[in-house]
Structures are given as C-alpha cells and as structure tokens.
C-alpha cells in the first residue's frame, strides 16, 4: 500500500496522460487531497495550446516532475509526525496549460471556495439550512513557472490575503 500522494501519482496517467483529452476552461483536471491546511499548486501539466484550445501536449519534464515533486514533499511532510505534528498538508493542483490568462482563470478557483455559495445559503426541502463542508484552510499557492503567470495570480491572490 502506498500514500495517497503516490496513489494519485498512478492515476496521472489516466488523468494527464498521452491520450487524455485536454482540459477544457470549464471542467479542468485538477488533483485535490484533504488535509488540515491545504497548499495550492500551479502547473505546467499542458503546453499552451493552438489559438482557440486552452490546453496542448502534456509537457513531462517541466509539468509532471514539477507536480510530482509537490506531492512527494507533500507526503515527506505529512509521513513525518515531528515536522507538523496534529496537521496534515493537502493539496489543490491545478494546470496552467502553459497560459497567462489561462493560469489566472484557474487561481480564481482558489479564491471561489474562500466566498459564499452564488444564491445566498438556500434551504433544503425540509426547511433546514444546507449543510455545507467547512471552506477550505488555503495557506499559500506553489507555482506558477512563469513571471508572467506568477505576476498574474500574485496580484489576484494578494486580494484575498
């Protein structure tokens, strides 16, 4: 049995492999583990694609290393109880595709989960509140790999600090 990192390293190639389709803007492939805190990441998976497409190629060394390296430091951390004892790390990586705006739409995610639900709280059939998860604990955000998208999301993550 492995960790749950490493779990998720096998489905990658189900995922972001050679024959998986492109992310598209509005259901993008994204990789999430639970945790106490949760760390975002920004990568390259895609290269940027034609005009038009969003996402193009799976991009090995720059994008999946890069992913992979965050979800091993992820389970060195959270496999050691003497380096964040009573808390665990998760994670919510995202794609860039390689792509500026591409890369900022996807920061926006992380910022959607810190407002409350579009419609108000609403009621359940019986009258009751909904009962919702608690928002996400995000503490920071690794990545992007470049200027250009980092200075994008810094600008638009710094709103919410």
């Not at 799976?58 to 050691?80: P, T």
């Not at 900022?104 to 709280?121: D, K, M, T, Y």
């Not at 009621?123 to 200075?151: K, N, T």
Request: with cysteine; proline share 12%; glycine share 12%.
């Amino acid at each position: 049995t492995g960790s749950p990192a490493m779990l998720l390293l096998l489905t990658l190639s189900a995922l972001w492999g050679p024959g998986a389709a492109p992310p598209s803007p509005t259901q993008p492939h994204a990789i999430r583990l639970e945790g106490d805190l949760t760390l975002g990441g920004l990568f390259p998976v895609h290269a940027r694609g034609p005009a038009g497409v969003p996402c193009g190629p799976v991009k090995k060394e720059k994008g999946i290393h890069r992913l992979e390296a965050m979800l091993y430091a992820l389970d060195r951390v959270n496999g050691d109880p003497r380096v964040l004892p009573n808390l665990t790390l998760g994670a919510r990586i995202l794609d860039t595709c390689s792509r500026d705006t591409y890369a900022l739409e996807q920061a926006l995610s992380f910022v959607r989960s810190l407002l409350p639900p579009a419609g108000g709280e609403g009621m359940c059939p019986d009258g009751s509140p909904p009962r919702r998860p608690p928002p996400e604990r995000l503490v920071g955000v690794i990545g992007a790999s470049a200027s250009s998208v980092s200075i994008m999301v810094a600008n638009v993550l710094r709103l919410f600090a």
